[in-house]
């Protein structure tokens, strides 16, 4: 009998290996063949696997695994000074679109799909450039303006995520119990409960020479309930809790104690005073100042729009001058990856221009320094600082990372507070207010609009001066102009606090993290947040089986 031999078997080529020999061979003959031909390409893969279940009532609703790996492809014709990217009557351009990959590195349908996409990629740029070139006033303008791309070193970097093993049966068996919390609490008419464990993983390559493959790991509970209030307005609040490792998560009995707060702050809301407009002064918690500064002060530093005719440009003539009190400075600083024992989840190694991550002090002594800047060069600013970022499928722009506020003119809490009453007395006011939790905010910072922003709290308290107990009220909104809101900052306790969210603007939806001790303002503007006067349901809430 004839013996076996084993078949010997080619090992395939990384995926970095796939992208830069596909991408040698593009740019090298669209430079020969071509006209235009491009000056610049690059391919970056985004690859996600995902796990995520969520529960109300004490029943599970939802458990899902996805996986899946896709390319931007960005193709750049013309010159560094001049290119299809060259910002024109505020038009935001994107030729990028999500082609999905191999999952299993298989070279064929890869390069296949590279080369497909490569191809209307540069039809589309090409397409443009030569539309830009044939407005005379435009062309006529360029010697004036700010070059489109920088030149930056190129970067070679491998640092895969961990991976991590979890039991979603645990983790399901865990939210139906947590969830089944909000059954004990009449009042709270929505709930939820959910878990997510999200690893990324990006593969970065260009023509410059860069091979970057860089990803991170992402957990995080979250935990909402909605109530109804006797005059129909909703009330509602949330808590999340974020990490980069699963062993940063607290343990089940902390988890539970989230749940019961926030079951407990849906019953206070809906029994709680609706607010009255007023302006007076506040103390805005570490969180909420730390969201506060996010939409009020960091988008405004974010250098695309500096040179976007179409946006306010609040800070761009100010370089050098103050902008927010003199203790006041901020860094943005992807660097670091915890503060105070806290994961940052805008922690990154390289942005998604491949160029490498740093701190950027933009306001020092509260005098503004610079802005956040990608590989679009900003008046006086010929290089990145690391802070091009985007959500697969998007184009790059500039954009915000871990925003530290840091303070010269710190005191405790119970000072700040004590602070706050002298204010109240001074201005003569009913009362004082402090921000515990917001949600979110929005800003708006197009040159068509007024520089206004509105930051969505949760709860807030009323602060007496005569000594009575703060008082929960409902449905308050802060408002204001943020030049005006800065010079207002009177003080700053000496505990910092981290809120994590997710970002969303041009560019898609970015993690991004802020650091702010609480802040003491000598006056805010609120107003009543609209009542859609909701009915109560009809029938009472049916309850089923003690779990």
């Not at 560094?80 to 935001?92: C, E, L, S, T, V």
């Not at 044939?134 to 991976?163: C, K, N, R």
């Amino acid at each position: 009998m004839a013996g076996w031999s084993r078949a010997s078997v080619t090992p395939r080529p990384s995926l970095v290996d796939i992208l830069k020999n596909e991408l040698d061979r593009e740019f090298s003959g669209l430079k020969a063949k071509a006209d235009p031909a491009p000056y610049y390409m690059a391919y970056e893969v985004t690859e996600d696997e995902t796990d995520s279940a969520s529960a109300t009532g004490g029943a599970l609703i939802e458990n899902l695994h996805q996986r899946g790996r896709a390319v931007d492809t960005t193709i750049r014709v013309g010159t560094a000074k001049f290119d299809n990217y060259h910002p024109y009557k505020a038009n935001r351009v994107r030729f990028t679109v999500l082609t999905s990959l191999s999952l299993d590195d298989n070279p064929d349908q890869i390069r296949r799909a590279l080369w497909q996409e490569t191809n209307r990629v540069y039809r589309s740029a090409s397409r443009r450039l030569l539309q830009l070139k044939t407005d005379e006033q435009l062309l006529q303008q360029e010697s004036e303006q700010d070059a489109d791309f920088s030149s930056e070193p190129p970067q070679t970097y491998t640092q895969l995520p961990e991976t991590y093993r979890y039991n979603m049966k645990d983790w399901s068996q865990k939210l139906r119990d947590w969830s089944a919390e909000f059954r004990q609490h009449p009042k709270v008419l929505g709930s939820g409960v959910s878990f997510i464990a999200k690893r990324e993983i990006k593969t970065f390559v260009n023509t410059e020479g860069s091979a970057i493959e860089q990803g991170n790991n992402f957990f995080r509970i979250e935990i909402s309930g909605v109530g109804l209030a006797p005059d129909g307005m909703q009330v509602r609040t949330f808590d999340t809790i974020e990490a980069s490792d699963p062993a940063h998560l607290p343990n089940d009995k902390t988890v539970l104690a989230h749940v019961q707060s926030v079951a407990h702050k849906v019953d206070a809301l809906a029994s709680a005073p609706p607010a009255e407009p007023i302006v007076c002064p506040a103390i805005l918690s570490g969180r909420a100042s730390a969201v506060f500064f996010h939409e009020i002060f960091g988008h405004r530093v974010e250098g695309h729009r500096q040179k976007d005719v179409s946006e306010g440009q609040t800070f761009t003539k100010m370089l050098g001058q103050k902008v927010l009190p003199d203790f006041i400075s901020v860094d943005f600083n992807p660097t670091v990856r915890q503060y105070q024992g806290t994961d940052l989840i805008g922690y990154y190694d390289y942005d998604d221009e491949g160029v490498k991550a740093r701190q950027v002090k933009v306001v020092e002594d509260g005098v503004l320094k610079t802005f956040l800047l990608s590989r679009s060069p900003v008046g006086q600013f010929h290089e990145s600082n690391g802070h091009g970022r985007r959500q697969a499928g998007f184009e790059v722009v500039s954009r915000q990372s871990n925003l530290i506020v840091e303070s010269s003119k710190q005191v405790s809490d119970q000072e700040l507070r004590a602070e706050l009453i002298a204010e109240i007395k001074k201005q003569n006011k009913p009362y004082g207010l402090y921000f515990e939790e917001v949600s979110s905010g929005y800003t708006t910072t197009g040159r068509q609009g007024l520089q206004a922003f509105t930051v969505v709290p949760l709860v807030v308290y009323r602060v007496y001066a005569d000594g009575r107990p703060d008082e929960l009220i409902r449905g308050v909104d802060i408002v204001g102009t943020p030049l005006a809101s800065f010079q207002k900052i009177l003080a700053t306790s000496n505990v910092s606090q981290v809120f994590n969210g997710f970002c969303g603007a041009e560019s898609g939806s970015i993690p991004v993290s802020a650091v702010s001790p609480a802040i003491l303002v000598s006056e805010i503007e609120t107003q009543k947040k609209q009542n859609a006067q909701e009915k109560p349901p009809i029938l009472p809430r049916p309850e089923g089986e003690s779990k």
